[in-house]
């Protein structure tokens, strides 16, 4: 076999995590695909969310992919799910699709000791109470506050998380998860772009709380999952080759890419759906 790795995304903030995963497992070949053409997913429903992302999905499996990564936390919270119940058994029965909440969620269990944790994301993930419901699922004694945060990923994208301006709507919302729950030692960044805010949200976030980022999270879980399923890890090409798709202009891709790699990357355009 000579499988790469396949990590989606609806836009840029996949790379936050692809690049921890490559950072962790250089040997692997990886696809990167962006469905930049069709973002935001956050604002659309359930059922366009689970179409788009199993769309790319298969198209990450027709390009060699065994394994995918849905390194988006509104395509994790939406679809994931009923493309491994439904869509797996019937189109792939070998091959896997792995998200990004469960990892943070696990971690949890053995960092918070009030048993009180705080969800930011954006509204489509917030809206969806994926991380509520999974951490209810393995750790049912924890209180769980959410909020959503929205202008958060404009002021990554538009590139002005690192000026003054950030400050006021990152105080914000860090106030306001906090002002919710006071209890509250961890809070999960349940969004992909937000490790760009990290030094801002760090000024504003009281001394005592954890904050979980999930670009290590997931690739220490996917190195662990590929020591266990050495079945997967025997068809996973290691070459140490990476692959960049974008529905959108490949220019455009390339220089938002940057913001979140810090290298210039080549890009090649596809078409999904």
């Not at 992919?65 to 939406?78: F, R």
């Not at 945060?149 to 404009?154: A, F, I, K, S």
């Not at 997967?232 to 959108?248: H, S, W």
Request: glycine share 6%; hydrophobic share 40%.
């Amino acid at each position: 076999m000579n499988a790469p790795i396949g990590i989606f995304d609806s836009g840029y903030g996949g790379l936050t995590v692809f690049k921890h995963i490559k950072q962790l497992m250089p040997e692997y070949d990886y696809i990167y695909l962006g469905d930049n053409a069709r973002n935001p997913y956050g604002t659309r429903s359930f059922d366009v969310v689970y179409q788009y992302t199993l769309q790319a999905v298969e198209k990450l499996f027709s390009l060699g992919c065994e394994l995918v990564i849905l390194a988006c936390n509104t395509a994790s919270a939406k679809a994931l799910r009923t493309i491994q119940q439904n869509d797996l058994p019937r189109i792939a029965p070998e091959k896997r699709v792995l998200g990004v909440i469960r990892p943070s969620v696990e971690e949890v269990g053995q960092i918070s000791r009030s048993r009180h944790v705080g969800v930011l994301g954006t509204n489509g993930t917030v809206r969806s109470h994926s991380y509520f419901l999974e951490l209810e699922k393995l750790f049912p004694d924890v209180v769980v506050n959410e909020e959503a945060c929205p202008m958060w990923v404009p002021l990554v994208e538009n590139h002005e998380y690192e000026r003054p301006g950030a400050d006021f709507y990152v105080k914000q919302h860090i106030n306001r998860i906090m002002a919710k729950d006071a209890a509250i030692d961890t809070l999960i960044l349940g969004c992909t772009h937000y490790p760009l805010l990290l030094g801002k949200i760090k000024q504003f976030v009281p001394a005592n709380v954890k904050i979980l980022e999930q670009g290590p999270l997931v690739a220490k879980k996917l190195k662990l999952y590929l020591k266990n399923h050495p079945e997967m890890d025997v068809r996973c090409a290691k070459n140490g080759k990476v692959r960049f798709y974008t529905t959108e202009a490949p220019e455009r891709f390339k220089e938002s890419a940057q913001i979140f790699l810090k290298e210039k990357i080549e890009v090649h355009h596809i078409i999904i759906g």
